[in-house]
């Protein structure tokens, strides 16, 4: 009689629909589906480059140059987790390629900006080994838990990792924005936003402050993107030219710099 009684309920069961996302949600689930990944990187080079040459060249540099470089990073960060995320099937290769070009790109770094820092291809490397280490499962909120803990530290107690380019604020960006590719909810597109404006050192409030938005403004780029997909095909052809480009422009614009 139980047995009987119970099967309605079942069958009710299995006819719900399904949860639907919540309007956050669906924007973030938007904002990383299909995002022009080619424009990202290409303005993620530019102000790279404005950002370099405005500290070799011009050290310490005009304000508004520094803070169009504060894009940089958040985009390179998003472009490498989407990368790894959608297409890497071999994630020990591509963080061991990118330790292997950081090593090389290493001494033209040191070239250019002198001893005592490591990279932007070291933090990018270390933050696919976090991503690949709390990718799925129980692991991924606790590697979340982890994160928050860690740049809660690196901001309020002092800094962690201090060699690395952006510290262990950029190691961790990579996974926020990697976890946000694979799941995408409203509360993780918004802890990418947070660590996007973490990624600058708190020395200055106001300053800071300035930084912090430029960076998080390349969250809204990411977002504003997404709504015009496609690819340029030179682009897609010139993907490894990026490893190459980088010791390269430092070279060149130390080579270069006046005096």
Do not use: C
Not at 212 to 228: E, K, P
Not at 233 to 239: K, Q
Request: overall charge positive; cysteine-free; proline content about 6%.
């Amino acid at each position: 009689m139980n047995r009987v009684s119970t099967l309605p309920a079942a069958a009710d069961a299995s006819k719900r629909p399904a949860k639907r996302p919540s309007s956050t949600d669906a924007f973030v689930a938007r904002a990383v589906a299909h995002p022009r990944i080619d424009l990202l990187k290409l303005i993620a080079i530019v102000a790279m480059v404005v950002d370099h040459l405005n500290t070799i060249w011009f050290a310490p540099g005009y304000p508004a140059w520094r803070a169009i470089g504060r894009l940089a990073f958040p985009l390179f960060a998003f472009v490498l987790a989407f990368n790894f995320v959608r297409h890497t099937r071999h994630p020990a290769r591509f963080v061991g390629r990118l330790f292997l070009w950081g090593l090389v790109s290493q001494l033209f770094y040191e070239y250019a900006f002198g001893g005592g820092q490591l990279n932007i291809l070291f933090t990018l490397a270390l933050g696919l080994g976090y991503a690949a280490a709390f990718r799925a499962g129980p692991w991924a909120l606790a590697g979340t838990g982890f994160a928050v803990a860690l740049v809660s530290g690196s901001k309020l107690l002092g800094p962690i990792a201090g060699r690395l380019d952006f510290g262990i604020e950029g190691v961790l960006l990579v996974f926020v924005f990697a976890q946000a590719i694979e799941r995408p909810t409203g509360w993780r597109g918004g802890l990418a936003l947070l660590f996007a404006a973490a990624v600058n050192p708190w020395r200055e409030p106001m300053t800071d402050l300035v930084y912090a938005a430029s960076a998080a403004a390349g969250v809204v780029l990411i977002a504003a993107t997404a709504h015009r997909p496609g690819e340029w095909r030179w682009m897609r052809r010139g993907r490894v030219g990026f490893y190459f480009f980088y010791p390269a422009h430092l070279f060149v614009l130390k080579a270069l710099a006046p005096g």
